[in-house]
Structures are given as structure tokens and as C-alpha cells.
């Protein structure tokens, strides 16, 4: 099973491990939200369908829904952006994801942006403007 990561057009990036997928958002969107000061905790146990809001966080500027890139139900928030939700920033990929989730359909990963995909959907221009 390929660890690789894949993307939501609304910018977040989901990793499976397994039926865990672990979610968090782009570097890309790290850099537009800026420093973030606060990030809700997701309610573990929630169940959430693909697009819909599953946290928010906010930085120094506004407040920015974080939506569940796949259906299932979300098992774990990451406690660390509690005490430091920098983390986001400094590490969007790894010690800065948001929370995990028990995926309800795996198939559904094939219907998010691969990085390369992710890459041209940013240089389009179709991401502008999108918050």
C-alpha cells in the first residue's frame, strides 16, 4: 500500500495507512493561511462524508474549515497542535497533521489529486481565490 499522499481540491491532503488515512493541509494552504493560532480539536468518533467540515482552524488572519477528503469516521486528533499549533506551518506534512480517520471507502482516494495533479491544479490558477 503506497503511503503516498493525495489531495482534495479544498487543499487538504490525506495518507492511508492501511483503512487509517491521516489528514492535514498543503503546504500550499499552510502558506495562505499564514501563522495559525488555534486549531479545533476534531470530534473523534464523528462521522463525516467526503467534503464535509470535519474542524476548523484559525490563524492570525480568519477562521478556515478543514473538510474530511473521504468518508469514515474520525479516530484521532493531533493533541500536539494543542500546545503548538505552529506545527501546521513549520511541518504540514508530518508533525503538523490535523487528525486521522477510519475510512468507510477506499475507493474514494481515487477520485483526489495525486502530487503531480496537485502541482498543476496550483498552477492553473483554479486554486486562486478558492478561500
Given at each position: 500500500?503506497?503511503?503516498s499522499r493525495r489531495y482534495a481540491k479544498s487543499h487538504e491532503w490525506i495518507r492511508l495507512d492501511g483503512k487509517t488515512g491521516y489528514v492535514g493541509?498543503?503546504?500550499?494552504a499552510q502558506k495562505e493561511v499564514t501563522d495559525v493560532?488555534?486549531?479545533?480539536?476534531?470530534?473523534?468518533?464523528?462521522?463525516v462524508?467526503?467534503?464535509?467540515?470535519?474542524t476548523t482552524l484559525e490563524?492570525?488572519?480568519?477562521?478556515?474549515?478543514?473538510?474530511?477528503?473521504?468518508?469514515?469516521t474520525i479516530s484521532k486528533t493531533n493533541n500536539a497542535l494543542e500546545g503548538d499549533?505552529?506545527?501546521?506551518?513549520?511541518s504540514p506534512y508530518d508533525d503538523g497533521w490535523i487528525f486521522a480517520?477510519?475510512?468507510?471507502?477506499?475507493?474514494e482516494l481515487n477520485a483526489l489529486m495525486t502530487e503531480e495533479q496537485y502541482q498543476a491544479f496550483l498552477t492553473s490558477g483554479a486554486a486562486a481565490g478558492h478561500h
Amino acid at each position: 500500500m503506497s503511503t503516498s499522499r493525495r489531495y482534495a481540491k479544498s487543499h487538504e491532503w490525506i495518507r492511508l495507512d492501511g483503512k487509517t488515512g491521516y489528514v492535514g493541509i498543503s503546504d500550499h494552504a499552510q502558506k495562505e493561511v499564514t501563522d495559525v493560532v488555534y486549531v479545533e480539536m476534531a470530534k473523534v468518533g464523528k462521522a463525516v462524508k467526503a467534503g464535509d467540515e470535519a474542524t476548523t482552524l484559525e490563524s492570525v488572519k480568519a477562521a478556515f474549515s478543514i473538510y474530511a477528503p473521504m468518508s469514515g469516521t474520525i479516530s484521532k486528533t493531533n493533541n500536539a497542535l494543542e500546545g503548538d499549533p505552529g506545527l501546521i506551518n513549520k511541518s504540514p506534512y508530518d508533525d503538523g497533521w490535523i487528525f486521522a480517520m477510519d475510512v468507510s471507502n477506499p475507493e474514494e482516494l481515487n477520485a483526489l489529486m495525486t502530487e503531480e495533479q496537485y502541482q498543476a491544479f496550483l498552477t492553473s490558477g483554479a486554486a486562486a481565490g478558492h478561500h
